[in-house]
């Protein structure tokens, strides 16, 4: 049997990307200690590992797709397909953003003020092409973690991966210059790309992937709605496209389908029910395609 090798990101994207493969109709179980995923496609054999490594291991051929940041994309100068972007974070479904920062007593103000200092950061690749970018020379220096300590005390600025700036903030550092925002992205190897099993196998997981992402934070609305109430109820109904319309088999009555935001549902309904919609049903959503 054809066998699709598949990466996911360990660590903080970890719960969320499963869960994201989960609404995406795909069940995977991490079992405990173990790098080694349970999935229920026969087709797939999928492995965690930390996103930062995970673009270099696909562009050399070790796994077939996976999933990593641009930021890790960009900082491995990986050359790999881009197969589709996937909008979600650790937190919620938003891009985070590289940032530069400093204290906030610190006499960086700007960017430039950062000639001849010493940065450190995971992101070294990157935070060099940035500087050399803006023209200032600066010590980069790579850090094992706990970055966020050591600005001021060890080093002068530090590159950093931030969601909301509350980690940054809780350490009276302040940004000074965001380099890059950063979105997961689903990747393929090249070669893989270029065999029909594997690339369609792969654009398969995309769709579905994508279509698990644009159900998120929408639900569906079903109601009934009178003839004489159905163009009052369309001017304040939102929709995707336009709302289905069904007659039923009540003269003058009709069934109204749509999706609509997932927090525009508790000011709408009591508007549909004031303009007369009746048996009005707020449903979840799996996947949008």
């Not at 881009?82 to 479904?93: A, D, I, M, P, W």
């Not at 500087?131 to 020379?137: F, M």
């Not at 909301?164 to 210059?177: Q, V």
Request: proline content about 3%; hydrophobic content about 45%.
């Amino acid at each position: 049997m054809k066998k699709l090798k598949l990466v996911l990101p360990k660590g903080s994207l970890q719960e969320t990307t499963l869960a994201l493969f989960s609404h995406a109709g795909f069940e995977i179980y991490a079992v405990s200690r173990s790098y080694y995923l349970s999935i229920d496609d026969p087709e797939i054999e999928a492995v965690l590992l930390r996103a930062q490594e995970i673009p270099r291991y696909v562009e050399l051929g070790a796994f077939d797709a996976g999933i990593s940041g641009k930021d890790w994309i960009t900082e491995n100068r990986a050359k790999v397909v881009e197969v589709c972007e996937l909008v979600y974070s650790k937190q919620g479904f938003r891009p985070v953003k590289i940032v530069v920062a400093v204290p906030e007593n610190s006499k960086i103000k700007k960017v430039e003020d950062l000639e001849g200092k010493i940065i450190a950061t995971e992101l070294v690749n990157l935070t060099k092409d940035y500087l050399k970018k803006k023209g200032i020379k600066a010590k980069v220096e790579f850090s094992y973690g706990a970055t966020e300590i050591k600005a001021g005390k060890l080093v002068d600025a530090i590159v950093e991966i931030t969601e909301t700036g509350a980690t940054l903030s809780s350490h009276n550092l302040k940004i000074i210059d965001v380099i890059m925002e950063s979105t997961p992205r689903f990747i393929a190897n090249k070669e893989a790309w270029k065999d029909k099993w594997k690339r369609e196998k792969i654009e398969n997981i995309a769709l579905l992937l994508q279509g698990a992402l644009a159900a998120e934070g929408k639900v569906g609305l079903k109601m009934n709605v009178e003839k004489k109430n159905l163009d009052k109820i369309l001017k304040i109904l939102p929709a995707m496209k336009k709302p289905t319309i069904s007659p039923l088999t009540e003269n003058n009555w009709f069934a109204i389908e749509t999706i609509i935001d997932r927090k525009m549902a508790k000011q709408l309904i009591p508007r549909l029910k004031k303009f007369g919609a009746q048996g009005i049903v707020e449903y979840s959503l799996k996947k949008v395609i």
